[in-house]
């Protein structure tokens, strides 16, 4: 069981479409995180979100689109996607806004860009 | 820019067999940590070492952390069918920005 929620599970979305990743902590975590993680990969960061403002972006394409609503939210806006983008999206919490703090993931969303 | 190399990709052993991953950063680490990613699942956190050449221990798991905070291992004695996953570090270091970047992962594949 995890306590960081995920929704949804699986998503399969065209690449003209917008979407929304959603993820959900009620641990009282400072710090939340979006990884992708492809098949046989690493998780790979690319947003960090320290006290609800945006601490670290990994150069991410800005068809990714990420907003923490509050401490416990955490959302990833999706537009205009590429086949390529297809992967396992996992969101973090951890408990200090630091970077090296342990994290916390949820059970994470399969995307498919078709 | 910071790198952390593991070894090996994977690992096949038989029930009951050891297995050790080993990790290597190429810059000084403030922390480093340990998690497992079970087939079709999420990395779930094991353990966090700070110390230099600390060691922790989880039941069948020893984890080491180098005397000059650069490499890292994981041992896991007489392995069971559900030690069966990827194994990941995860290194923390301030060179270039506090980030902290997971290794390539070990995947271990147990046969009873």
């Known amino acids: 069981d995890t306590e960081v929620t995920q929704t949804p599970k699986h998503l399969v979305m065209g690449m003209t479409n917008k979407k929304s990743l959603k993820c959900e902590q009620h641990m009282g975590h400072r710090a939340m995180y979006w990884y992708k993680q492809k098949a046989k990969k690493p998780p790979e960061l690319m947003f960090v979100y320290s006290y609800e403002k945006l601490s670290i972006n990994e150069s991410v394409p800005s068809r990714f689109s990420p907003e923490c609503p509050n401490s416990s939210l955490l959302n990833l806006h999706l537009h205009a996607l590429q086949p390529e983008d297809s992967a396992l999206y996992l969101c973090a919490s951890s408990p200090s806004g630091n970077m090296g703090s342990p994290l916390h993931f949820g059970n994470g969303t399969r995307l498919t860009v078709t | 820019g910071q790198q952390v190399m593991q070894i090996p990709q994977y690992q096949h052993v038989q029930e009951g067999e050891d297995f050790t991953t080993y990790c290597n950063s190429s810059?000084?680490?403030?922390?480093i940590q340990w998690y497992k990613q079970r087939p079709g699942g999420h990395p779930v956190f094991l353990i966090q070492l700070v110390k230099s050449g600390e060691v922790k221990k989880q039941k069948r798991l020893t984890f080491q952390f180098g005397e000059a905070k650069k490499n890292s291992s994981l041992h896991i004695t007489a392995t069971q069918t559900t030690d069966v996953g990827t194994y990941f570090c995860a290194g923390t270091s301030n060179t270039g920005g506090f980030k902290t970047i997971f290794g390539a992962g070990t995947r271990l594949f147990v046969k009873a």
């Open positions: 810059t000084t680490l403030s922390n």
